[in-house]
């Protein structure tokens, strides 16, 4: 059963950091590429972050860059998003889905085969 699981999430105060971990169970996780997801409360899901199968090559939304860095480690089956310089406004369910590779439209949702079921980040003083 092709699984992914978020994990990580939580309260942090405005500057803070997390990391955020999605495990992947029941396929290979080196033959995708991983996107990461953000939704906060009525809005759509957005593109953050998305590494390739090699993690050679990566993808970020021009409002997390520079304060957010997404990596793998396909020995684990396991991709992080590391989480700095934490805003008010990147609280949100944040998700990782897979596909076959990032490309120009990786921030889309489209193409996303499997989803995984979110954590919650809240930042607030």
């Known amino acids: 059963q092709v699984q992914l699981v978020e994990s990580g999430g939580g309260l942090v105060q405005p500057g803070g950091s997390l990391r955020l971990s999605c495990d992947a169970s029941?396929?290979?996780?080196?033959?995708?590429?991983i996107g990461w997801f953000r939704q906060a409360p009525g809005k759509e899901r957005e593109g953050v972050s998305c590494i390739s199968r090699s993690g050679g090559s990566t993808y970020y939304a021009d409002s997390v860059k520079g304060r957010f860095t997404i990596s793998r480690d396909n020995g684990k089956n396991t991709v992080y998003l590391q989480l700095n310089s934490l805003k008010p406004e990147d609280t949100a369910v944040y998700y990782c889905a897979i596909r076959i590779s990032c490309g120009s439209s990786w921030y889309s949702t489209r193409q996303y085969n499997y989803w995984g079921q979110g954590t919650q980040v809240t930042v607030s003083s």
């Open positions: 029941g396929f290979t996780l080196d033959v995708h590429a």
